[in-house]
């Protein structure tokens, strides 16, 4: 659940989830149709199997749960029980593997976790943190921070994360035109086969993003303002993030204001 939508698993249909907006003022109405429209618009200009980082894939949008219900034969016994509020059908986005939370919990997990079994959970790549903090007891066992030390400490391509960021990011600045504000890289499940021990790497929440009308600032306002996924100047996997970046930007003929938003201070 976030303060703006909460996603859920349409029982039987377990590939999918539908997210619900929780207020169903106009405004939060059209943020949430906004953002499915966005979503097909980033797959089909920024999508695809050469994308280190994948997106998921929107499936249609409904003005109420019952128009959903009806279009997909859901009988009032099987009832899901959500409010009538406007949603959207979007790809469910896997936890990651049992092995992999198996080594995340009994690497990065205080005390009381080692004699539970691995939590289901998502990983978010915070390139941007070079450590992390350490002996904290209270942990987000379902949006996990994995620091630059811990991704490497998990045998994980820092690197090629870092590019794909980079690759990522820039197909959402140049081929879409939007700001990235608020986007998240995580580490999760394999869409195909969730019980892979192969590490799947997926780009996700797009209902924060506008468009930045050619201004690096915009573009830099977004990347500050968002945690701590991106490399920094002084973090080893900045050159990786920085030539994918620009590499990305030349092949939609940007490069001009994608050298201006790497040279602005962040």
């Known amino acids: 659940m ?3 939508a909460t996603v859920f698993v349409s029982e039987g249909r377990g590939g999918v989830v ?20 966005d979503l097909l618009t980033l797959n089909s200009v920024c999508g695809g199997s050469s994308q280190f980082f ?4 929107a499936h249609g949008s409904y003005t109420d749960y019952y128009s959903f219900a009806q279009e997909v034969g859901i009988q009032r016994t099987e009832d899901m029980g959500l409010p009538p509020h406007a949603l959207y059908v979007m790809q469910r986005i896997w936890p990651v593997s049992h092995w992999l939370a198996t080594r ?3 690497l990065f997990l205080p005390q009381p976790f080692s004699d539970q079994p691995p939590p289901h959970l998502l990983a978010r790549l915070y390139l941007g ?37 980079g690759q990522m990011l820039a197909s959402i600045n140049f081929k879409a035109g939007r700001d990235g504000r608020d986007i998240e890289f995580v580490l999760c499940g394999h869409p195909e ?24 600032i915009v573009i830099v306002s977004s990347m500050v303002s968002n945690d701590p996924y991106y490399p920094r100047l002084w973090s080893p996997q900045w050159q990786a993030f920085a030539d994918a970046y620009l590499a990305t930007a030349a092949k939609a003929n940007e ?12």
Do not use: W
Request: charged share 25%; proline share 8%.
């Open 255 to 266: 490069s001009p204001l994608a050298q201006d938003v790497l040279q602005k201070d962040f």
């Open 129 to 165: 943190n070079g450590t992390s903090r350490q002996g904290s007891r209270f942990v987000n066992t379902e949006n996990f921070p994995l620091s630059a030390d811990r991704i490497e400490r998990l045998g994980l391509p820092a690197d090629k994360i870092a590019a794909g960021m």
């Open 18 to 37: 539908l997210k619900q907006i929780q207020d169903p003022c106009k405004d939060a109405v059209a943020m949430l149709m906004k953002e499915h429209d």
């Open 2 to 4: 976030g303060s703006f």
């Open 193 to 216: 086969n969730p019980l892979s021990k192969v590490p799947f790497y997926e780009c996700l929440d797009f209902n924060q993003m506008r468009p930045h009308g050619g201004s690096a």
């Open 54 to 57: 994948q997106l998921p894939r």
């Open 104 to 106: 995340i919990r009994d």
